[in-house]
């Protein structure tokens, strides 16, 4: 097998095994861009996006620095499932404690100077969903599961560089298409640095 044979054989498969990614980063991108559109939509029903599952007593020591080992105590002992993190919100009397799976979400506020805490849900959007899973990445988790897709996002992209290698190499294989070819690389980069420069 000659290597443009090899090139457009790798480019279609590409696009195939990268179809549902694609698929997910271009749509999650409409909530993400409409957030409040979205947002209003949810108040106008009328049901609150969270709700309290329980509030408690609870004591814990808080770090002064990195929040990582309190939310892994927290979300260990209110048994949190999910990607989770914490921090203290500006102003706030209290610290906050996220945990969600691209299904749910919930999150723990716990009041130090009280030594309570309350747990909320998340109620289900198909729009959170969708961004959930755009923003979703990163090395900081200690689940297995987290740690593969993370990987499996740098392989993601990698593919995708790859396929933007062989198309690269098939336009600039067939002279035919190349002045069109050029108008479009061109006009892309030009609408990229106006808004890169400008915004």
């Known amino acids: 097998m000659k290597f443009p044979h090899l090139n457009r054989r ?12 694609f698929l997910m980063y271009g749509v999650s991108s409409i909530p993400f861009s409409h957030n409040q559109y979205f947002n209003d939509l949810d108040q106008k029903k009328g049901i609150p996006l969270w709700t309290l599952r329980y509030e408690r007593p609870y004591q814990v020591a808080v770090p ?4 990582r080992p309190l939310a892994t105590k927290v979300a260990g002992d209110l048994r949190l499932s999910g990607a989770y993190g914490a921090y203290r919100p500006p102003g706030g009397n209290h610290i906050e ?18 030594n309570r805490i309350t747990v909320e849900d998340r109620r289900f959007r198909f729009d959170q969903f ?26 993601v992209c990698f593919a995708m560089l790859l396929w933007i290698a062989t198309g690269l190499y098939m336009w600039w294989t067939l002279p035919a298409l190349r002045k069109w070819g050029w108008v479009a690389l061109l006009s892309g980069f030009a609408a990229f640095a106006l808004f890169l420069f400008t915004l």
């Open 10 to 21: 790798t480019h279609l498969y590409l696009a195939l095994v990268l179809l549902p990614w």
């Open 64 to 67: 002064q620095g990195d929040l």
């Open 97 to 114: 404690i996220y945990a969600a799976t691209f299904l749910h979400a919930a999150r723990a506020r716990y009041y130090p100077a009280e």
């Open 130 to 155: 969708l961004t959930g899973m755009h923003a979703r990445g990163g090395f900081r988790h200690d689940d297995p599961l987290q740690l593969f897709w993370s990987i499996l996002i740098d392989v």
